[in-house]
């Protein structure tokens, strides 16, 4: 079909979106992108669903650590918060989400708020609670592999 | 001003540190450290403080299976803590909570067995204690027991609107996985019927709460509007003249 003329066609806003998870999380795009309509429809119902339209544009994630660009109508960007604060968990693992900025085209918002990842993380053993633990350290954030599970530290517990 | 309440580790999954990171990160000013009272969290709150540039508030929740143990356990902590919580939830411990003025905030009072009526506001608002209006709920839940858990936060906020009880609002994130930033609260507190205004006032009221509380545990405080002066300091003295 013949596109629409410019001015009829839809808005769109980008939001640009910083993950954070454990290290051994491996979910994709399409586990998150489920996520978020999951969430979207259970905040707003399918009609504010629709409404929102959210889609994930661009997505990366490594050793907990990720971004992702996500697309909404112009003008829902507060609704769109609130369905990106709902997303507690992809595929079993909890992921932190923050909305760092919105912007009117993908490549501004790229450049103002999806960091291009530094050195890879660093793997090493701490002295953690009167137990020696492997962690995964970046950015002065530690991330320590305990019996029960991971738990977040920062290299001032380790001082 | 607003602040976030969390439960570090031994109580949640992260450090205060870790915690004070992400806060830090979120634009948050400050997190008061609420742990339960029998998991309290071993940290330098100036250290933190210092090294993530964010206000770190000692606190407890006191959490106590029946109204004259937690009196006990209010009694203790109370002297030495910057922010005392009680952890709501059942009939017996909200009312406990509402009627002591020593109690800084009722937390959760929904969860579980909770409620909360006329009678418990009216005597909150007496006594000046926060009521929580949780959204950790909110933000991990789905299905019925969300629904629920919205009805009793809707009642929750018509009662504290039409008494005008004081209340705080908490993501009361357990690791720094499950803070949510300032203006992501706001816009799930907009999509769940509290006004944008209302959830920056209850971000904000622990740090009040902070304030208010830290003058009256400095040396120098005597009662509310009196305070003691050291005469060898006139610059302590504030008035000019003697």
């Known amino acids: 079909m013949k596109h629409l003329p410019k001015h009829l066609r839809q808005r769109w806003r980008y939001l640009g979106v910083a993950i954070e998870t454990w290290p051994d999380a491996a979910f994709g795009r399409r586990d998150f992108q489920r996520e978020l309509w999951y969430a979207a429809q259970n905040l707003f119902g399918d009609a504010g669903s629709a409404d929102l339209d959210m889609t994930i544009l661009r997505f990366d994630l490594a050793d907990g650590d990720g971004a992702a660009v996500v697309r909404t109508r112009r003008g829902e ?16 693992d909890p992921v932190g989400i923050r909305v760092r900025g919105v912007s009117g085209t993908v490549r501004a918002c790229e450049e103002n708020y999806i960091h291009r990842r530094r050195e890879p993380p660093d793997q090493r053993h701490v002295a953690f609670e009167d137990a020696e633990e492997p962690a995964v350290a970046r950015d002065g954030k530690v991330d320590v592999r305990t019996p029960e599970g991971y738990s977040g530290a920062t290299t001032l517990d380790f001082q | 001003m607003t602040y976030e ?51 770190v508030v000692p606190a407890v929740e006191v959490r106590a299976d029946d109204p004259s143990q937690a009196s006990g356990y209010v009694g203790n902590h109370r002297p030495d803590t ?6 709501g939830g059942t009939v ?9 003025a020593a109690v800084d905030v009722l ?21 000046g204690v926060r009521v929580e ?18 009805q009793s936060l809707r009642k929750l906020r018509e009662l504290v609107d039409y008494y ?24 799930v507190g907009e999509a769940i019927g509290f006004s944008g205004e209302q959830i920056e006032t209850g971000l904000a009221e622990w740090g009040r709460i902070a304030s208010r509380n830290r003058e009256r545990l400095s040396d120098s405080f005597v009662e509310p509007g009196v305070r003691r002066v050291d005469e060898r300091d006139p610059s302590a003295t504030g008035d000019g003249h003697d």
């Open chain 2, 107 to 127: 937390a959760h009072p929904m969860r579980g067995d909770g409620d909360f009526n006329h009678v418990l506001a009216k005597e909150a608002a007496a006594n």
């Open chain 2, 92 to 100: 017996a411990m909200n009312r406990f909570a509402v009627e002591q």
């Open chain 1, 77 to 92: 960007e507060p609704r769109a918060r609130a369905a990106l604060a709902c997303v507690a968990a992809v595929d079993g």
């Open chain 2, 5 to 55: 309440a969390v439960h570090a580790r031994p109580d949640g999954d992260s450090t205060v540190a870790r915690l004070a990171l992400t806060a830090s990160d979120y634009g948050f000013d400050g997190v008061v450290v609420r742990n339960h009272g029998d998991a309290l969290a071993d940290y330098d709150p100036e250290a933190v403080s210092e090294t993530y540039d964010v206000d």
């Open chain 2, 82 to 87: 910057v922010v005392l919580a009680v952890h």
């Open chain 2, 133 to 150: 209006f949780s959204l950790r709920d909110v933000l991990d839940c789905t299905g019925g027991r969300r629904v629920r858990r919205l």
């Open chain 2, 164 to 187: 005008d009880v004081p209340y705080v609002v908490s993501a009361d994130p357990a690791s720094h996985l499950q803070l949510r930033a300032p203006r992501e609260l706001v816009a």
